[in-house]
């Protein structure tokens, strides 16, 4: 048991991640004493990361202003998404970007952005602090529940912290969900992430997204600049390509050999490693598609990869991150104001419903990109990816524009997104049936 429970502030944020520092920092802005708890401050060494079209507003509701980043140098500009295959029979290359004549009826530029993460994440932690947060550099060694309620957290050398509110932003730690036995529905194998940084320009086109059929199954690569003269170079893979052995029999032991290995068979890349000195070493993760069964409870909400693991293709976690530390902000923040000790039934259940339904929706979606990656070789690489990339940018859209509060609100997104769902799969075994 942990000492005897007294409240020290208003809101506890238990890790530095993106969601839970723009948490932080809307809280501290309308007025609320708040604590966020990690074991290392930003910066970490972050992937660069590839923002969707939805990213940007959601970074300007928290009042960062990307033009000023983007004169930083940290930021580079996105004009859409340069897709290439080595399984596509015609074009090997397309190019994805949005309509301006849509993206001014929805309200959106056309235009994104880069973002080297790592610079990010401490900048938004500096505003939060210049906000009032206070930042303690510790790790949290128990999180301890009566029934459903966070009642206090134990850490290191701080001892016991207390709040009236709680934010788990552990990642993949999840300390409050696996407190409260919380378990995550997966989507999809265990993968492996491999990235180096390289010195490289950038041509101003866009992300790169290389998706190659190799050995029997689809793997991909990215190129992410995160300045004009540097990018992040990295290929994603199953965790059982590690335990197999290569075409000619030998054993891939070392994650640098994979990542030479893929990068050798993609044709803008195969001479990339020997003209391109590294700027960095190389990064190995895991990570697997998933969707916690439980981010909500009386006194705490979840946000980001401590809710959720989007797949990285789509270009989405950023906003996923975001959009979930904006619904927590506005939620607790409400909660203090009226005094209430809880939330509601009905809140708990709206902000599941929001995060897991878009989260669900995408990674069902790119898992059909992967079970069904031969058709382009039938209908064009260009049209199969819209057919998934399509509904998935209206089903973003959408959850950003519909008021978290909005009754039924979260029962209309779940018709959406089944609806969508429902034709974007029957149109990809339609289309699979007849092409055998």
Request: charged content about 25%; hydrophobic content about 40%.
């Amino acid at each position: 048991m942990l000492g005897p429970s007294a409240v020290e502030q208003d809101v506890l944020v238990l890790g530095a991640g993106l969601g839970g520092l723009c948490a932080a920092l809307a809280l501290a802005r309308r007025g609320f004493s708040v604590t966020i708890v990690d074991q290392q401050a930003p910066p970490w060494p972050r992937v660069g990361e590839s923002f969707d079209w939805e990213t940007p507003r959601l970074l300007e509701h928290f009042g960062l202003d990307l033009e000023s980043l983007y004169a930083r140098r940290w930021l580079t500009r996105k004009p859409g998404v340069v897709l290439w295959s080595n399984s596509t029979r015609a074009d090997h290359t397309t190019t994805l970007s949005p309509s301006p004549l849509l993206m001014r009826a929805l309200g959106r530029a056309t235009v994104s952005y880069h973002g080297d993460r790592s610079r990010i994440d401490e900048f938004i932690l500096a505003r939060a602090q210049e906000a009032g947060c206070r930042f303690i550099e510790d790790r949290v060694r128990k999180v301890e529940l009566r029934g459903d309620r966070v009642e206090g957290v134990e850490t290191q050398t701080h001892g016991r912290l207390n709040a009236r509110y709680h934010i788990d932003a552990s990642g993949r730690a999840r300390l409050v969900g696996r407190a409260a036995g919380a378990r995550a529905r997966p989507c999809g194998p265990k993968m492996i992430n491999i990235r180096r940084r390289h010195r490289h320009d950038y041509d101003g086109r866009g992300t790169r997204l290389y998706l190659l059929h190799h050995e029997g199954r689809l793997v991909w690569a990215w190129n992410i600049h995160v300045d004009e003269r540097t990018t992040d170079i990295g290929v994603v893979i199953p965790a059982s390509y590690l335990r197999e052995t290569s075409a000619d029999h030998r054993p891939r032991a070392r994650p640098e050999d994979v990542y030479a290995e893929i990068l050798s068979k993609i044709e803008p890349l195969s001479g990339f490693l020997a003209s391109h000195a590294p700027e960095g070493p190389l990064h190995v993760c895991s990570f697997r598609n998933d969707v916690v069964e439980r981010i909500a409870g009386p006194n705490w909400l979840s946000v980001g990869e401590a809710a959720f693991v989007l797949d990285p293709i789509s270009s989405g976690g950023v906003t996923a991150a975001l959009r979930s530390g904006r619904f927590a902000s506005i939620l607790i923040g409400d909660a203090l104001e009226r005094g209430t000790p809880a939330l509601t039934e009905r809140e708990q259940r709206d902000y599941q419903q929001r995060l897991s339904q878009q989260v669900e929706f995408v990674n069902a979606t790119v898992r059909d990109l992967f079970d069904y990656h031969l058709l382009w070789n039938e209908v064009g690489l260009a049209f199969y990816i819209r057919i998934l990339v399509y509904p998935q940018f209206y089903m973003n859209w959408q959850n950003s524009v519909l008021p978290l509060r909005m009754r039924g609100g979260a029962r209309l997104l779940r018709v959406l997104q089944r609806q969508l769902r429902f034709v974007t799969a029957s149109t990809v075994r339609a289309l699979d049936l007849i092409h055998r």
